[in-house]
């Protein structure tokens, strides 16, 4: 069984700088990733990578977040820099195997506010 346990966010000004971090446990094959939500919508991808270091973005965060992996780990981060107001929801780690499952972290909130 996959879990995934999330660390990071918080609150931070415009223009400021939040790092996430997501630990896997068990045996998976597949890319891991970054998805985010706010109430009322629903959740919408943010960048993936492949263990190969392959990165994928939306174009609403091209530029301003990073997304990076341990392998060793089992690990996926997600820097996030200049920090906009409409960059505020709930973001979840996401694995997605080969076989097309999906799995969850816990989620963790991130606030941009002044």
């Known amino acids: 069984q996959v879990q995934l346990v999330q660390s990071g966010g918080g609150l931070v000004q415009p223009g400021g700088s939040l790092r996430l971090s997501c630990a896997a446990s068990g045996n998976f094959f597949g890319v891991m990733g970054w998805f985010r939500q706010v109430p009322g919508k629903e959740r919408e991808f943010v960048a993936w990578?492949?263990?190969?270091?392959?990165?994928t973005y939306a174009d609403s965060v091209k530029g301003r977040f990073t997304i990076s992996g341990d392998n060793a780990k089992n690990a996926v981060y997600l820097q996030m820099n200049n920090l906009k107001p409409e960059d505020t929801a709930v973001y979840y780690c996401?694995?997605?195997?080969?076989?097309?499952?999906?799995?969850w972290g816990q989620g963790t909130q991130v606030a941009v506010s002044s």
């Open positions: 996401n694995i997605r195997t080969t076989s097309g499952s999906d799995y």
């Open positions: 990578i492949t263990s190969g270091g392959s990165t």
